[in-house]
């Protein structure tokens, strides 16, 4: 399958600072793929966002070396319209992106953005609506919303403008537990759904794993590891080396299996470690 | 050190935030207030040094109504950081910064300068203290945050989201030095959306929902209650919930927090009679 994301010796640095913000980045995405990132602070995270939703480097200045391709066309000879019509952005704080005081004002407004006829507009609306699963909110106030609400009215008009690839900043950093699910639970239907190619940055671990099929782990600048995450928790080093843990479950169970108590897969989430668990019965006499 | 008795607060034209609280936090705890997005934590913080005031009941530090009092005077008793430090930073060096509280009470350039300098080692800022804060790292920002509330030494520390937007590493080393700061006998609340934190940290945790206290208990006992967390959208941490998840865990296991505990007893029997009832 030809990548849907190709990204080439990828280097920039800001402009006035003295470090490249990433370094050297190559790596490609497969259409449909669900992909985290995860590293320390100043590991580059955002700014690669910025790199896959044009902003750089046609906002941002600074030096910019190597090629980001989106569907085989790099994003420097695009324009930012037609790079925001293939890929969708949510960021870290829903209030900073919501702009209408009603939830259907508020998807319709990209919509309108981009010269979408109004009948279709409306088909839209309800499409966006039902996918995200947020019918129930279509008239109401913005404001009213609570955060895990409010960021997925900015997926669902992120994803109303039909994009092949939705990019998400740490979407979760200023909500709760619950709503910190709510979104990642409506990511994974619209990846298996729709076949929509999700990146998000994120730094809740144990969620992240449970969710996507690949992560990448950045530190200065540079992505240090690419694997899927059954990889991850088989070797700790991955995170632990730039200063990140694997889940609880996953550490006991690593832990166990290191002792000898334990002979099975290291599990990823909660419902995994309850049948590791059951497993370990009797593992060393 | 803190006793608020049928605390209700409303802002303006609104409905109330917090009704008819009423708890106490003796000096040397270190508790931690949980709850959904707007259960209404950080309005019942923000009594805590005066910034908001009750409109119903009596909040009292150190005997003191928070209602006959100034911020001013509750900043000496009460420390509080912020969630984003950038909201608290505004001046040019971080010796400055830190120094800006005891300036403002009146203290001798001596004596400020001791409090910076104690403040600074405190957190490990000391290399830093004549760089602009503007050029450091979030982390380090947060740590100028906080030595400023310390060189005000108060006996409280109010800590809204201190881990919020910060990595692992640097969550982990701000909550270790409030850790130490704990143990030379502050006390200690902090807001968090954190369940591992909190497991990790606090001895006490108060559960707040719609303004209300749903539980106040010891931190075993509330996350070993996932029925009564969940009607405040949170869950307990993988540890407990993985625990939970068997019959008879009690029996089996106990009543584990961490990887260490649980390691501990499963390895302790051998590994062959731990689910034998499940």
């Known amino acids: 399958m030809k990548p849907v994301i190709s990204i080439e010796q990828l280097s920039f640095t800001y402009a006035g600072s003295e470090h490249p913000a990433i370094s050297e980045i190559s790596v490609t995405v497969k259409p449909g793929e669900f992909i985290g990132i995860t590293g320390p602070a100043g590991a580059g995270k955002s700014t690669l966002i910025l790199c896959l939703n044009g902003i750089i480097p046609h906002f941002q200045h600074g030096e910019y070396r190597g090629r980001v391709r989106i569907d085989g066309v790099e994003t420097l ?45 409306e088909a839209r609306i309800t499409d966006a609506l039902q996918r995200i699963g947020i019918e129930g909110l279509r008239h109401r106030s913005t404001t009213e919303l609570s955060g895990g609400q409010k960021q997925r009215v900015a997926i669902a008009a992120a994803v109303a403008l039909r994009p092949e690839i939705l990019v998400l900043d740490e979407p979760t950093s200023e909500l709760d537990p619950l709503g910190t699910k709510e979104v990642f639970e409506v990511l994974k239907q619209l990846n298996r759904e729709y076949g929509l190619t999700i990146i998000v940055v994120e730094q809740k671990i144990n969620i992240l794993l449970e ?7 950045m530190n200065g600048g540079r992505l240090v590891a690419d694997e899927p995450p059954r990889r991850i928790v088989n070797q700790p080093e991955l995170l632990t ?21 334990y002979s099975g897969e290291l599990p990823l989430t909660v419902d995994e470690a309850y049948w590791a668990l059951l497993k370990c019965r009797g593992g060393k006499r | 050190m803190i006793k608020v008795e049928q605390l209700t607060f409303a802002y303006p034209n609104g409905m109330p935030v917090l009704e008819n609280l009423s708890f106490e936090i003796k000096s040397g705890e270190f508790v931690a207030l949980i709850g959904q997005n707007g259960a209404g934590k950080t309005t019942l913080l923000k009594q805590f040094n005066g910034l908001l005031k009750p409109t119903g009941g009596t909040v009292r530090i150190d005997g ?14 009460v420390g509080f950081l912020f969630q984003n430090p950038d909201h608290q930073i505004f001046l040019p060096t971080v010796a400055q910064e830190i120094g800006f509280g005891p300036a403002n009470l009146g203290c001798s350039r001596e004596e400020i300068d001791r409090r910076v300098r104690e403040a600074a080692a405190q957190v490990g800022l000391e290399p830093y203290l004549n760089e602009n804060p503007l050029f450091l790292s979030k982390g380090q920002r947060q740590r100028v945050a906080f030595a400023s509330l310390l060189s005000m030494r108060p006996q409280v520390m109010v800590l809204d989201e201190p881990t919020t937007g910060q990595d692992y590493r640097e969550g982990i080393e701000i909550m270790e030095m409030v850790k130490a700061l704990h143990r030379q006998g502050h006390t200690v609340i902090f807001v968090t959306h954190d369940m591992e934190l909190v497991a990790r940290y606090a001895e006490r945790v108060i559960v707040l929902s719609q303004g209300r206290i749903l539980m106040d208990d010891t931190c075993r006992r509330v996350f070993y209650q996932p029925d009564v967390l969940r009607r405040t959208n949170l869950f307990p941490p993988q540890i407990p919930t993985l625990v939970q998840k068997f019959d008879c865990y009690q029996e089996d296991f106990g009543t584990p927090l961490s990887v260490e505990e649980l390691y501990a007893t499963i390895t302790g029997c051998g590994g062959e009679e731990y689910v034998h009832c499940s």
């Open chain 1, 211 to 217: 969710y996507i099929e690949r992560l990448w782990v």
């Open chain 1, 241 to 261: 080396d730039v200063g990140l843990q694997i889940p609880p479950v996953s550490e006991l169970m690593y832990r166990l299996k290191a002792a000898g108590y």
């Open chain 2, 64 to 77: 003191i109504d928070t209602r006959n009092s100034t911020t001013g005077i509750l900043a000496q008793k």
């Open chain 1, 77 to 121: 000879t695009m324009h930012c319209a037609e790079i925001s019509r293939k890929v969708g952005s949510v960021f870290q704080d829903p209030e900073a992106q919501i702009v209408a005081s009603t939830v259907e004002d508020e998807i319709a407004f990209g919509l309108e953005n981009f010269g979408v006829e109004p009948d279709v507009i």
